[in-house]
């Protein structure tokens, strides 16, 4: 953390964040750890095929197979930056102005198995799930005047995003289905903005009202094709799916 002295109120911290979880749960297809054995011989994937008497995989009923049940063969990383700024403004007579940024730079989001290693930033789809922009933040201005009267605006954004299939990596690109993406208006999701205003009045009696409202421009989520029935890639936990939404309540202290 910087906290200059020489600039009252304002606080800096940057973390850099690097976590890896290893042996998660995954699952592969019998053709692809054949071939894959027979292309590297991986003993984590040779000892999934078990051979009958007569060293086949079909000649002897229930003693020839190749085990395809889930295993602790995949590893997860995720790697970046996470920025916050404070900064406290004096106004004199009339309050203080509270300023507060937080920002994720993403740098990689990686999932490895014995097949495939992949990189989602920047992407989203079948393969990556929910979008996983570089850039991400949240921004808030608030007056905090000295007669009980709060003012507030918040900016909340969220970088653009491809569809996994436009991806260079053979392992989760795939330049024909592009064609279809883009037909839907799909292949791209821009990047989105989101505004949030509220306003609230403390009494001195401890009542306080507060009316806010969010999303102030309406900004629409993504429209995804083929998305809306898969939990995974839905959007709707990323992209706000209520557009402007009016809030109010009274608060009691006693």
Not at 17 to 42: E, H, K, V
Not at 91 to 107: A, C, E, K, N, W
């Amino acid at each position: 953390m910087w906290t200059p002295q020489s600039i009252a109120g304002l606080s800096l911290t940057l973390d850099y964040y690097d976590i890896q979880i290893t042996d998660t749960i995954d699952s592969l297809g019998a053709d692809d750890i054949i071939q894959q054995c027979a292309n590297t011989g991986d003993p984590l994937l040779c000892d999934l095929i078990n051979r009958d008497s007569f060293y086949t995989l079909w000649l002897v009923p229930n003693e020839g197979y190749t085990q395809t049940t889930t295993n602790n063969i995949g590893e997860l990383q995720a790697e970046g930056i996470d920025l916050n700024f404070n900064y406290l403004v004096g106004l004199g007579d009339v309050g203080v102005l509270p300023i507060d940024f937080q920002g994720t730079y993403s740098m990689k989001n990686t999932f490895t198995n014995p097949l495939v290693s992949y990189d989602c930033i920047g992407y989203f789809g079948f393969q990556c799930g929910q979008a996983k922009p570089e850039w991400r933040h949240r921004a808030r201005v608030t007056w905090e005047s000295n007669f009980g009267l709060f003012l507030s605006l918040a900016w909340r954004y969220l970088g653009e995003v491809e569809v996994d299939d436009a991806s260079s990596d053979p392992d989760i690109g795939d330049p024909d289905a592009m064609e279809n993406w883009r037909i839907n208006g799909i292949d791209k999701i821009k990047a989105h903005n989101w505004f949030d205003v509220s306003a609230s009045f403390l009494m001195k009696n401890g009542l306080r009202f507060t009316l806010g409202v969010n999303n102030i421009f309406d900004e629409e989520p993504p429209l995804a094709p083929t998305f809306n029935d898969d939990y995974g890639v839905n959007l709707y936990s990323t992209y706000d799916p209520l557009g402007r939404y009016v809030f109010g309540s009274v608060q009691f202290q006693f």
